[in-house]
């Protein structure tokens, strides 16, 4: 199969494939999502990741709302993300600054070891995307705190993931959409 073939398949339309269910689309894109985002974290310019990563976080949500049957143009999810992470706020705004200090201090090697903080952030982001579109698709709309809740659950399970990776373990199931 091509690559342009398999990006498309499993990322760009994959809401169109109908040999896998919705919970494996979402469980695939997050994945890639993640695995996308950390890898970026590698590069070693301290405060450039928010720069590239929410874009490419508002792209995978993107996807994920099309698999909901919402459909985002890439600004209006960037837009989604911006939102989102100015409610969860402060905190995540202190990791991408602590990220930054960190890549500043360790002279490159820390985009490697940000890795994992970087995997859990992204995680939280898509899974929030899950639960928000999920809804969204049945018309209902999710509180502020809800939203938040979800968020600290998902970044509590984005670091047992990347613990998992790096020691080769497997992926963590699906969770749940409410």
């Not at 002279?107 to 939280?124: H, K, M, R």
Request: glycine letters at 8%; aromatic letters at 8%.
């Amino acid at each position: 199969m091509k690559i342009t073939e398999k990006i498309r398949q499993e990322i760009t339309q994959i809401e169109f494939r109908d040999d896998i269910s919705n919970d494996k689309k979402i469980s695939n894109i997050i994945h890639m999502g993640c695995a996308s985002c950390a890898g970026v974290a590698i590069q070693p310019l301290p405060f450039a990741d928010i720069l590239i990563l929410t874009p490419l976080q508002g792209y995978f949500a993107s996807r994920i709302a099309a698999i909901h049957g919402i459909q985002l143009s890439e600004n209006e999810a960037l837009d989604w993300v911006k939102e989102i992470i100015a409610l969860v706020g402060l905190g995540m705004a202190a990791q991408q600054i602590a990220l930054g200090i960190w890549k500043t201090v360790t002279f490159g090697f820390g985009g490697l070891l940000s890795i994992p903080l970087v995997y859990a952030l992204t995680y939280a982001v898509l899974k929030v995307a899950d639960v928000y579109f999920s809804h969204k698709a049945k018309n209902e709309k999710l509180s502020e705190e809800r939203i938040k809740a979800v968020w600290k659950e998902a970044v509590a399970q984005g670091k047992q993931q990347a613990k998992g990776k790096e020691k080769g373990g497997k992926d963590q199931q699906h969770v749940e959409n409410d």
